[in-house]
């Protein structure tokens, strides 16, 4: 192995000398070939991971590992995501540090994280927002969004609106979406800003543009609530809390339901509204447990034609995927007493394809029923 790397190195080098010859000159620089050299293993190991060529992005990295932050990230990214290796948390975040201590800002920025979830060490807002802090004075966005959070919840931090504003505002100069949807929340709000609704939905469709699914649960809110144009808009509204509700933001999921269940800018489809229902409650949401119930009891009260309903079979439930056409899209409970632990339902937007979600278990037996509304 150390052969190969030798012979890499070389060609490396020698590529070096070629495109600059000026490192013959004497007193010839040493260390200025080997960064070069460094830096083009990390350029071949980027490559290959953009092509899915895991192992190979290993090999490269980890010959650039002994200096390159960029690589020592690298590595901390296919350790914590086990592409190319087993998953490794200790060994991401241990590469996570070797970076960070070069203040490579995304590796700043993922300590923060790290330190702010509690993933893998011991959770530690302080050390979160020390680390959040560093990226963000290095310019990293995500990390000034993080940052301008913690200053304006005093999390981590003594509480400073001021400092939470202007790094929410560097991090939307840079076209940070979670940071312009902050700054519409305030203006939503009135916190900080006086309140105004018209700067808040710029905020949020501006973020929303970007896919970033509080922003599109926010605008459906401003639609159902009429503070856009006056008036509520139940089409606006479903469109933005369907977008938010397939990226998984729980609450989407959950108000999705109950428009399915009332009709809210949709035809009514009880299925629909025990499937997204029970989703949410799987994701946390216990009120969407109750909903699920109530929805469920709706189908069982009325005739569904034999033909309407795919019923699974144990076969069917240990398939990835199945294909059925439209009449056969239900939510089917697997284990009977009112559980959903799996369930086969379709991706909205793509009508025909039926894919497999594993769920927690979810009780909903014994949960009161209280029909979830959006507002």
Known sequence: MRAVIAFI?????SSAIAENPDVLQL??????????????FYDVGLQAYKENKFAMALEYWTMSSNSDPRSQFGLSVLYMKGQGVAVDAQKAIGWIRKSAAQAYPAAEWALG???ETGGGVKQDPVQAAQ????????????AQEKIGVMYLQGTGVSKNPSLGTYY???ADNQGNAAAKYDIGTLYERGEGVRKNSDIAYTYFASSAAQGYAAAEY?????YYNGEVDGKRDVNHFFDWLKKAAVQGYVPAEADLGWSFANAAGVERDDQWAVYWSALAAAHG??????????????????????DSVKILTAADVNAETLELSR?????????????????????????GFVKKLNLAPVQVASTKSTAKRAD
Do not use: C
């Not at 007193?27 to 083009?40: C, L, T």
């Not at 680390?131 to 995500?142: F, K, S, T, V």
């Not at 216990?286 to 009260?301: E, I, P």
């Not at 009449?327 to 009508?351: H, K, L, S």
């Open 168 to 170: 929410l505002n560097q």
């Open 9 to 13: 190195l070389v060609a490396f080098v």
């Open 27 to 40: 007193p010839a620089d040493p260390q200025k070939v080997m960064d070069y050299a460094q830096s083009r």
């Open 285 to 306: 949401d216990k009120d969407a447990a109750g909903n699920a119930k109530l929805y469920a009891s709706r189908l069982q009260q009325r005739t569904i034609a034999a």
């Open 113 to 115: 994280m790290v330190y």
């Open 131 to 142: 680390w959040y802090l560093r990226a963000a004075d290095h310019g990293y966005a995500d």
């Open 218 to 222: 926010a605008l459906a809110k401003m």
């Open 327 to 351: 009449a056969g899209m239900t939510v089917v409970p697997v284990g009977g007493a009112g559980e959903w632990t799996q369930v086969y339902v379709p991706i909205y937007g793509n009508i």
